[in-house]
Nanobody
């Protein structure tokens, strides 16, 4: 059974870079034709997809966030990492990592989810 666990800071100051790590167990991030995604949900909003890294290493980003988002992976640790630069209070959200066999910006049926981690951007 694939399990995902987010980790990172709960509080980030405005203008700083947020870095979150998703640790995957029970499956390899380099196999099984899987999209490994970061998603967030902020107060009053639905789920917003941020980025994915495909099992091959290919990446894709949400256009509104592309200029300040980076997704990468550490295959030796079976982890993938989100970096979001120049954060503002509008980036406050619960951040999730998730896995799926197919991808769309809206309507993806994710097969596996992490528990989510609250990130607050505040001075």
């Amino acid at each position: 059974q694939v399990q995902l666990q987010e980790s990172g800071p709960g509080l980030v100051k405005p203008s700083q870079t947020l870095s979150l790590t998703c640790t995957v167990s029970g499956g390899s991030i380099t196999t099984d034709s899987t999209y490994w995604s970061w998603i967030r949900q902020s107060p009053g909003k639905g789920l917003e997809w941020i980025a994915y890294i495909y099992y091959s290493g290919s990446t894709s980003y949400s256009p509104p966030l592309k200029n300040r988002t980076s997704i990468s992976r550490d295959t030796s640790k079976n982890q993938f990492i989100l970096q979001l630069s120049s954060v503002t209070p509008e980036d406050t959200a619960v951040y999730y990592c998730a896995a799926s066999k197919s991808f769309a910006v809206v309507g993806v049926a994710y097969d596996y989810w992490g528990q989510g981690t609250q990130v607050t951007v505040s001075s």
